[in-house]
């Protein structure tokens, strides 16, 4: 089984465009299991309209909560929370939820253990069911923190359903930029795939993105995407890519077809056989040929 992430150095780039083509191509010829990573944005299940077949809660990260009865109104706990997150009153004081980082400090400090640390209920995770196949997904809650924790359930869910039903392909829709939800996206990766626009920070984005994976040991992949709206920006692209020795698989033209497909929630391969899905088509062929030839040394 080979582990193909999806990613691109900034948001906006057109990356789960790419991925819900690639997924609707690669279901053609492979069992295929996929998981959208970007869990603060998740938005592939908008183009490959899922079942879903579960839902359960994500927990993460702790709460203080202040019992008024026993509170002293003492004025300890405010001494030590580093984050303004207690809120004097007159007979008991209180907890500001979005102000709390969970450190437990005023828990510990508590003279009257009147404090108490509750798991917070920070989002869900869904396993729901396309038409090319599982995919695993979630919703983090605004405000909310732990998404590389959440990145990484969702992956190992697609994961584990792919070692077990024999499937050829995790493919990741990860999430934008190089924070920790896209190190937990690249975690055990084969191959990363980066989604790049022509743009004057282009090849700025792509060199951050690819140090990232470079650092890990991920082998790049790169495609450009809406190309032929600054043919100068992409060939400076493709130069960074020659210089770095990584793989051009392909230009992707702009097309209006892009967004009329997503407003039917198509991928857009599936949706017209215009210049964008030929040039998608090679995309997947060029992935394919250099990532998926031999997978006999899949993990």
Request: aromatic content about 6%; hydrophobic content about 45%; glycine content about 8%.
């Amino acid at each position: 089984m080979k582990q193909l992430v999806i990613l691109s150095g900034k948001g906006g780039t057109g990356k789960t465009t790419v991925a819900a083509a690639l997924a609707h191509l690669a279901s053609r010829e492979l069992a295929v299991v996929l998981a959208d990573a970007d869990v603060d944005a998740a938005n592939l299940e908008l183009v490959l309209d899922p079942d879903k077949l579960e839902t359960h809660d994500f927990m993460s990260g702790q709460l203080a909560i202040i019992d008024p009865e026993p509170c002293s109104a003492c004025g300890v706990c405010a001494e030590v929370c580093r984050f303004d997150a207690v809120i004097p009153g007159g007979e008991a004081y209180r907890i500001d939820s979005l102000a709390c980082e969970g450190c437990a400090a005023c828990f510990y400090q508590c003279p009257d253990e009147a404090i108490r640390m509750e798991e917070q209920h920070a989002g869900q995770w869904f396993r729901s069911d396309t038409r090319f196949g599982p995919l695993f997904h979630a919703h983090l809650f605004a405000g909310q923190e732990n998404s590389g924790k959440l990145v990484t359930l969702v992956k190992q869910q697609g994961r584990l359903l792919a070692l077990d039903t024999g499937a050829a392909l995790l493919l990741v829709d990860g999430p934008p930029g190089i924070g920790c939800p896209v190190i937990s996206a690249s975690a055990g990766a084969d191959m990363a795939l980066h989604v790049v626009e022509p743009t004057v920070s282009g090849v700025h984005d792509l060199a951050r993105i690819m140090a990232t994976t470079d650092h890990f040991g991920v082998p790049s992949l790169v495609v450009i995407n809406k190309a032929d709206l600054n043919p100068a920006r992409a060939d400076e692209i493709a130069a960074f890519c020659a210089e770095r020795e990584a793989a051009l698989v392909g230009r992707i033209p702009y097309d209006d077809a892009v967004t009329e497909a997503m407003v039917q929630g198509r991928p857009v391969t599936a949706y017209t056989d215009g210049p964008v899905t030929e040039a998608l088509r090679n995309v997947w062929e060029q992935v394919k040929r250099r990532f998926l030839a031999d997978r006999s040394g899949g993990k």
